[in-house]
């Protein structure tokens, strides 16, 4: 079954295109909505959410109208990029609020198995005014955790959080993923799903879908890529395409695609002699591995 | 009705509950003071009829008075309050979570009608008591009860001006200007001589209808046409929150 559907889907604000014909579908499990900034990710969500209409094409989550599925009790619980609380309300209030607006019975015991999910317990009777960004970013993913839903989507879940929290809240969505639900993450940082070698990811780029892939197919294309950084750029790229490698210039670096972590001292070695001021592997930025990918597609049609 | 106790709380934290009395007290108390002296100079001795009978004038005049201010602000109130909302987030977030965003926005309309009328309260018994000897409690509780409605019908129209225009400076500048269009209007045929109908535009509709409450059944109950206006407002409101209001870009 597929949780998310979208059929040639078109958004305009005003003369902005923000979808332009998008049709995707995320499986059961976990997927991943991936894409710079203003690529139509949050547009995406704030559709499935019912918070906006599509213009045209149709969008179907958990088989149904996005207005329509939590009709009958949650099945779908969102993390929305925006979201604002009652300052004068305690954490745990605002979550009995919602238990109470979503008819859930047993409210309490609800309550405080998501606190203890996003580990909110110790700040659960602190008004709401006290809490640090990234305590709010928790209070929201507990929202959306609220009367256990089969789907919970997650918009940019990562921002605001410390390297600890983004750590927990990786595992937590690896363990509602092991309990059978299906978690959609929409995101432009990728290093968070570095371990991840399960699941699906859509790639949107000024509101097409650029492709749909495996998440392990990204984790190659991550893993196999070395960036450099260094100057002039086109010196670097010379002397690397020299040696035999195939690379790119994007932007302010030169992206170099390996076939193992050895080729690494080999590139060094090219470099020899080009004021070189960084040489990575397995850190990419989204817009990188967009590039790497529509390239690879070529390589693959090519190939065919 | 916890959203909705939340919402009224949301909505009588400082300092908005203290404008508001400065406001209404700032409108009523210099008329008052003109008005009691008259009253003192009444003697204690006269007939029930004739201090019934100017307690009803004092009522009607009291109304006058607070009724524009009561109308400004919940127009204000509910247009900030919707407005405010959709800007920081707190409608996406909630309309996530409820079944009837219709009903929640009618709701919301109807917690920041509240603070208004009981301004109104205040400071239409402060009016009268200052005004009258004898204080005239149903005439009293009549005007509160077309205040409250009058109130009731503003938050509707401005909520409903809200969801349309979304941003906090838009709505409350549209939300005001249709407000004070309303009575300018109705005061300006009123003055022209067309006064059946000034008296159909809701400002005056309201008083019209007190007067039909106090008078008894001489005066012709214009109550349709509030009910009207008001059903016309809550179930454009309803339906466009309900299957057209976007709230997210």
């Known amino acids: 079954m597929k949780v998310v559907e979208f059929k040639d889907v078109y958004k305009f604000f005003g003369n902005t295109v923000a979808l332009d014909g998008v049709s995707f579908s995320m499986p059961q499990g976990l997927s991943l909505l991936l894409g710079p900034n203003g690529s139509g990710k949050s547009t995406a969500i704030n559709i499935m959410a019912g918070l906006i209409r599509q213009d045209r094409g149709y969008v179907k989550v958990l088989g149904e109208d996005p207005r329509d599925v939590n009709r009958e009790g949650r099945r779908v619980g969102f993390l929305i990029e925006k979201y604002w609380f009652y300052d004068f309300l305690t954490g745990y209030d605002h979550l009995m609020l919602a238990a109470k607006i979503l008819g859930l019975s047993e409210p309490e015991i609800h309550v405080k198995k998501v606190l203890k999910v996003v580990q909110l317990s110790e700040y659960a009777h602190k008004a709401v005014g006290t809490y640090s960004k990234g305590t709010l970013q928790k209070l929201a993913i507990a929202h959306a955790l609220l009367g256990d839903p089969e789907l919970i989507v997650l918009d940019e879940p990562f921002a605001n959080l410390d390297v600890e929290t983004s750590a927990s809240l990786m595992n937590l969505i690896n363990e509602l993923v092991r309990e059978g639900r299906s978690v959609l993450v929409s995101t432009h940082v990728l290093s968070h799903f570095k371990e991840l070698r399960a699941g699906h990811a859509v790639l949107l780029h000024k509101g097409k879908v650029m492709c749909e892939v495996e998440l392990g197919n990204i984790m190659r294309v991550l893993e196999k890529t070395v960036v450099v950084r260094g100057e002039p750029l086109e010196a670097i790229y010379r002397a690397l395409k020299l040696a035999g490698f195939r690379c790119f210039t994007v932007e302010d670096k030169v992206l170099v695609k390996v076939s193992h972590h050895e080729e690494l001292q080999e590139i060094i070695k090219a470099l020899k002699g080009i004021k070189v001021v960084d040489v990575r592997s397995g850190v990419l930025e989204i817009e990188d591995l967009l590039n790497l990918l529509v390239d690879e597609d070529e390589i693959n049609s090519r190939g065919s | ?249």
């Open chain 2, 1 to 249: 009705m916890k959203l909705i106790a939340a919402e009224v709380r949301e909505s009588f934290r400082f300092p908005v509950p203290e404008l508001c009395i400065v406001a209404v007290s700032l409108v009523v108390i210099p008329w008052t003071a003109y008005t009691a002296g008259r009253a003192a100079a009444l003697p204690c001795t006269q007939s029930l009829t004739i201090i019934e009978e100017y307690a009803r004038s004092i009522t009607l005049r009291s109304y006058g008075q607070v009724a524009p201010i009561v109308a400004l602000l919940t127009t204000i109130l509910s247009s900030l309050s919707l407005a405010r909302d959709y800007e920081r987030g707190k409608m996406h977030l909630i309309f996530t979570l409820i079944r009837s965003r219709g009903i929640y926005v009618l709701s919301k309309a109807l917690a920041n009608s509240v603070l208004p009328i009981l301004s109104a309260v205040y400071s239409l018994g402060l009016a009268i008591a200052l005004s009258t000897p004898r204080f005239p409690w149903l005439a009293y509780s009549a005007t509160i009860v077309v205040l409250s409605l009058e109130s009731i019908f503003f938050a509707l129209l401005s909520t409903l001006i809200a969801t349309l225009a979304k941003r906090l400076v838009p709505s409350l500048v549209l939300s005001t200007l249709t407000t004070l269009l309303l009575s300018t209007l109705a005061g300006t045929l009123e003055l022209t001589g067309r006064v059946s109908v000034a008296e159909m535009l809701p400002p005056l509709s309201f008083r019209k209808l007190l007067a039909a409450f106090m008078q008894g059944k001489e005066v012709h109950i214009p109550a349709s046409y509030n009910v009207v206006y008001m059903l016309i407002t809550a179930i454009m409101l309803y339906y466009y929150s309900e299957n057209k209001l976007e709230v997210s870009k």
